[in-house]
């Protein structure tokens, strides 16, 4: 890592509730989806960014089967589109990499790739694991994400590199 983990978190939080990439290799495919929960920060001394994916999500498959994943940021506002279909759209239906028009590019020390559209990235390293409690998350919450029992797992990655491109 060339610089800090924190140097872009400014440009990355302010982005992140309009919606970023997370891109998983999985053993048999490459898959993204559109998040916009998320933490970064420090835990066990390693910089971690942790996504909140819930079960239903072929992402969820495809991150079990992976050892790491990439978060890749719009620094315009021309992947509008893109963020729609790769957030509304499944990855057990269609290849969301040719119907969004994203490029992939190799990533710097993991195997998962990049989005080359993208002007900001974190290469993250999957360190732990862990689902929700249901019975701690608060009424009126859980009566509002999750009618279904479909709640979030944690995915904690170790921030192994971050940097621009653009
Ligand atoms: C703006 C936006 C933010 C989203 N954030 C999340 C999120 O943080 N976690 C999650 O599990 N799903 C989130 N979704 C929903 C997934 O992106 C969506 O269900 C997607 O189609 C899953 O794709 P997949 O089946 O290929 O994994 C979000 C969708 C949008 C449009």
Request: proline share 6%.
């Amino acid at each position: 890592m060339t610089v800090p983990y924190y140097t872009y978190a400014e440009t990355f939080l302010e982005q992140l509730p309009k919606g970023v990439f997370l891109t998983v290799q999985g053993e048999t495919q490459t898959n993204t989806m559109t998040i916009a929960w998320g933490h970064i920060g420090v835990i066990w001394g390693k910089p971690t960014f942790i996504a909140y994916v819930r079960y239903s999500r072929h992402t969820y498959a495809l991150l079990r089967e992976a050892k790491d994943f990439t978060i890749n940021v719009p620094t315009t506002d021309l992947l509008q589109e893109a963020l729609k279909i790769a957030g509304t759209q499944s990855g057990r239906d269609i290849d969301k990499f040719a119907t969004a028009k994203l490029t992939l590019l190799p990533a710097k020390q993991v195997k998962t790739p990049i989005i080359a559209e993208c002007g900001l990235h974190y290469e993250c390293r999957i360190l732990y694991t862990q689902t929700q409690e249901p019975a701690l998350i608060p009424e009126a919450l859980k009566a509002r994400y999750y009618p279904q029992p479909d709640t979030h797992i944690m995915f904690f990655g170790e921030i192994v590199d971050v940097y621009r491109l653009d």
